[in-house]
T-cell receptor, first 110, second 114 residues
Framework: TQLLEQSPQFLSIQEGENLTVYCNSS?????LQWYRQEPGEGPVLLVT?????EVKKLKRLTFQFGDARKDSSLHITAAQPGDTGLYLC??????????FGPGTRLSVLP | DAGVIQSPRHEVTEMGQEVTLRCKPI?????LFWYRQTMMRGLELLIY????????DSGMPEDRFSAKMPNASFSTLKIQPSEPRDSAVYFC????????????FGQGTRLTVV
C-alpha cells in the first residue's frame, strides 16, 4: 500500500509570512496533485505535476515535484488569510490507484 | 454545469438504519469516485467507477457498504446497517478520465450515526 505523508500537520502563521509544506512518499508516482479544501467544501485542484523536477507557479504558490517523483513541496509567498485551508497532496500510481495524504491544515492570521 | 451534486448535505440517523447517499456527476465525465473523510484517517477512496462500471472497490470497508452507478448521471452509496463509526463526511468526485486528470468534488454529505 502506498502512503503519502504530509508535514507539518498544522501550521499557523501571520499574514505576510512565507511557508513551505511537504508531501513525501517512499513510492514513485506518475503524477502528483495538490488540492485545497475549505471548511464545508470539497477539495479543489490547484495543480498537477508530472515530470520529475518540475516547478509550477500559480501566483504566490510555487509547486515542485521531486526529481525521483516521490515527493513534492508547496511554497506560499506572502501568505494571506484567503490561503487558509487544508492542503492535500494526492499521488497517482500510474493509473492503478490514487491516494491522498492526510493534509496540512494552514491558518493565516490577519 | 452546476458541478458535482450530492444529497443530502447532512444526514443524522440511528445506528442500524439504512443510509443512502446520492451523487450526480458532471455531465460528460466518465469516472466517478466515492471518498470518506475523517479527522483520524483523512480522505480515503472507497470505490471508483469508469463508464458506470466499478473498477476498484478495495477501499470499501466491509459488506455493509455498497455502491451503484445505474447510469452516467447518477450514483448511490448505501450503508446497511449503519454504525456510529461510519460517521464522516462522504465526498463524491468525477473526472474526465481515471488518471492524471482533475477530480471535481461535490460539497459532501456529513453523516452522523447516533
Amino acid at each position: 500500500t502506498q502512503l503519502l505523508e504530509q508535514s507539518p500537520q498544522f501550521l499557523s502563521i501571520q499574514e505576510g509570512e512565507n511557508l513551505t509544506v511537504y508531501c513525501n512518499s517512499s513510492s514513485v508516482f506518475s503524477s502528483l496533485q495538490w488540492y485545497r479544501q475549505e471548511p464545508g467544501e470539497g477539495p479543489v485542484l490547484l495543480v498537477t505535476v508530472v515530470t520529475g523536477g518540475e516547478v509550477k507557479k500559480l501566483k504566490r504558490l510555487t509547486f515542485q515535484f521531486g526529481d525521483a517523483r516521490k515527493d513534492s513541496s508547496l511554497h506560499i509567498t506572502a501568505a494571506q488569510p484567503g490561503d487558509t485551508g487544508l492542503y492535500l497532496c494526492a499521488g497517482d500510481n500510474y493509473g492503478q490507484n490514487f491516494v491522498f495524504g492526510p493534509g496540512t491544515r494552514l491558518s493565516v492570521l490577519p | 454545469d452546476a458541478g458535482v451534486i450530492q444529497s443530502p448535505r447532512h444526514e443524522v440517523t440511528e445506528m442500524g438504519q439504512e443510509v443512502t447517499l446520492r451523487c450526480k456527476p458532471i455531465s460528460g465525465h466518465n469516472s466517478l469516485f466515492w471518498y470518506r473523510q475523517t479527522m483520524m484517517r483523512g480522505l480515503e477512496l472507497l470505490i471508483y467507477f469508469n463508464n458506470n462500471v466499478p473498477i476498484d472497490d478495495s477501499g470499501m470497508p466491509e459488506d455493509r457498504f455498497s455502491a451503484k452507478m445505474p447510469n452516467a448521471s447518477f450514483s448511490t452509496l448505501k450503508i446497511q446497517p449503519s454504525e456510529p463509526r461510519d460517521s464522516a463526511v462522504y465526498f463524491c468526485a468525477s473526472s474526465w478520465d481515471r488518471a492524471n486528470t482533475e477530480a471535481f468534488f461535490g460539497q459532501g454529505t456529513r453523516l452522523t450515526v447516533v
